[in-house]
Nanobody, 122 residues
Framework: QVQLVESGGGSVEAGGSLRLSCVAS????????LFWFRQAPGQEREGVAR???????IYADSVKGRFILSLDNAKNTLFLQMNSLKPEDTAMYYC????????????????WGRGTQVTVSS
């Protein structure tokens, strides 16, 4: 079955960097739209970035210029490089995937990982 496992979260000071990884299994990696979402305590889940099957990326305005999506198709792994981190980036980060829908909306993806926590201190 489809599985998504995130890793790479942690605690970092403002201005620092982290790289999140999402290892996928159970589906043809390159045929799915792949996403990163995040959810801070007491807030709704929001889209961070997504990459479609043609390799085109979309980023939320709040992370544009700081976060970078990349893929390693050979290892079925999705990455999110997060630079110049801010305290407002603190959240649980989730990897998601969908074979058909490629909208950066938390209602869209059919498959989700369990998340990895990112905490940015000021």
């Amino acid at each position: 079955q489809v599985q998504l496992v995130e890793s790479g979260g942690g605690s970092v000071e403002a201005g620092g960097s982290l790289r999140l990884s999402c290892v996928a299994s159970g589906f043809t990696f390159s045929s799915y739209c792949l996403f990163w979402f995040r959810q801070a305590p007491g807030q709704e889940r929001e889209g961070v970035a997504r990459i479609d099957t043609n390799g085109r990326t979309i980023y939320a305005d709040s992370v544009k210029g700081r976060f970078i999506l990349s893929l390693d198709n050979a290892k079925n792994t999705l990455f999110l490089q997060m630079n110049s981190l801010k305290p407002e980036d603190t959240a649980m980060y989730y990897c998601a995937a969908d074979p058909w829908v490629c909208i950066l909306d938390p209602r869209a993806p059919a498959y989700w990982g369990r998340g990895t926590q990112v905490t940015v201190s000021s």
